[in-house]
């Protein structure tokens, strides 16, 4: 019984979840997909990219959604997880 239980996920896997479901929708998924993965070892500086463009970005997202994505692209296994919810939807 234990088996068929689904392991609880993180408040980050909800927000890459958000995050990919909103990109799916505005037509972006496989855009997002193919930088994704060419840019993967570059991840960390999209990261730093997301840091300092966040004032201006500020005008279409929350300044918080803004700081948790790019701590995220930060993180191999976060980037990971964000191409496998756009490879889903």
Do not use: H
Not at 12 to 29: E, M, N, Q
Not at 39 to 68: D, E, Y
């Amino acid at each position: 019984m234990l088996s068929a239980m689904v392991p609880p996920q993180s408040s980050d896997d909800v927000f890459l979840r958000t995050v990919a479901k909103s990109i799916s929708k505005r037509g972006l998924g496989s855009l997002a997909l193919v930088a994704l993965e060419a840019g993967r070892p570059l991840a960390f500086l999209g990261g730093q990219l997301l840091w300092l463009t966040q004032p201006a970005l500020c005008l279409l997202w929350s300044r918080n959604q803004i700081s948790r994505l790019a701590r995220l692209l930060e993180e191999a296994e976060a980037v990971d997880s964000l191409i496998e919810y756009l490879q889903t939807k």
